[in-house]
């Protein structure tokens, strides 16, 4: 409830103000991550086994959108809604495909009402994150984890 309440003020807050840089933990307390730690655009979203490395954090901005590497956005790819689509790292376009919200359910919504999902609810590193009807299944839920910025996370 106070990372739901954290994200609200931050969504709240003046356009220029980003919130501190958190970890996105979801299935087996796994982060969301970069593919590969890079900022190509286009670069795969994963599941990974958290490691404090940049390419696993991520910032709630005022408008909706969600900041990681090299401030590029988490983004539905090609700005599809269909079940299955893979989430992708990629510049800000301020379009509805990169617009999300945390549920006080622990679902992050997008485009189309759908939710960031880990495929076919595995857990292993390297799972691909992908866009999926909403269905309240472990798969679809996250959290938010502040980040020290020490490599470790504090909450």
């Known amino acids: 409830m106070k990372k739901a309440l954290l994200m609200t003020l931050c969504l709240a807050a003046s356009s220029a103000v980003l919130c501190q840089a958190q970890e996105i933990r979801g299935l ?3 982060c969301l991550d970069v593919k590969g730690g890079g900022s190509d655009n286009g670069t795969l979203i994963e599941l990974w086994t958290c490691n404090g ?6 910032r709630f901005t005022p408008q909706g959108d969600i ?5 590029k ?4 790819k090609g700005g599809a809604s269909e079940d299955g689509t893979p989430l992708i790292l990629w510049p800000c376009t301020d379009r509805a495909n990169q617009r999300w919200r ?11 009402n759908k939710c960031l999902g880990v495929s076919g609810g595995a857990s292993a590193d390297g ?3 992908i866009l999926w009807t909403c269905d309240g299944s472990a798969n679809q839920r996250w959290r938010l984890t502040r980040h020290d910025g020490n490599g470790g996370t504090g909450n």
């Open 28 to 30: 087996a307390n796994k």
């Open 53 to 58: 490395g940049a390419n696993q954090r991520w």
């Open 67 to 71: 900041r990681g590497i090299g401030n």
């Open 73 to 76: 956005c988490l983004d539905v």
């Open 102 to 112: 945390l549920t006080p359910q622990g679902n992050i919504r997008g485009i189309g």
């Open 127 to 129: 799972t691909p994150v």
